[in-house]
């Protein structure tokens, strides 16, 4: 079974029990915007959204506000607006891509160097996929993969920071403001929020941390 973004999932491994209740939570919001990025949501996803409740702090009211938007939104309009974002005809309004972000083209170094650190975790492409693995949603899904320990081993704290630096941190906050700025973002305003966020408190906790 594989991914829509190239990892192949055959290698992934039970989740292991002694994982923190913290853990937990950063791979549940790495795997709920990798969900909402790598293509429109469906309508079992639109519904658990509606039921989402806010709370305090920048990701409770991303999600809050998340929850707003889903309850307004249709599978269809959302799709449009995701081929609008992201597919466009010929490109869409955004390039979800590192590459792109960091070199202003598609397949440069940090590809390159990204590929490398995949072969380094044992975190494979999948065969048939033609995006780069560079796409933000396969790299959340990565980070949520080395949290829970389906490549192997859950990751240490010091190699998800090494990993998060080189290849998410550098580009993805970024990324996240264009989303909430962009024409075309209604449902995805409050997504470009909560991605915002959720990289800023990651960053705060591995410079703690590490």
Known sequence: MRNKLGVDMAQRMAQPEELL??????????????????????????????????GGGPIGAA??????????????????????????????????????????FLHEKPLARLRQDMAQHGVARAEGVSEPED??????????GFILGEFGAPLPLAEQSAFFD???????????????????????????????????IETAAFEMAV
């Open 135 to 144: 796409h933000i949603a396969s790299l959340c899904d990565m980070m949520a």
């Open 166 to 200: 080189r290849h998410v941190r550098s580009w993805a906050a970024r990324f996240f403001e264009d989303l909430e700025a962009a024409r075309s973002a209604r449902f995805y305003k409050p997504v470009g929020a909560f991605g915002r966020a959720f990289m800023e």
């Open 21 to 54: 209740d913290e853990d937990r939570h950063r791979a549940q919001c790495y795997r709920l915007i990798s969900r909402l990025l790598a293509r429109a949501p469906e309508e079992d996803l639109l519904a658990r959204l509606r039921a989402l409740e806010g």
């Open 63 to 104: 999600l809050g506000a998340l929850a707003e938007a889903a309850k307004s939104a249709t599978r269809e309009t959302v799709a449009d607006e995701y081929l609008d974002l992201f597919i466009g005809i010929g490109r869409g309004e955004l390039v979800p891509f590192g590459s792109y972000y960091l070199t202003g």
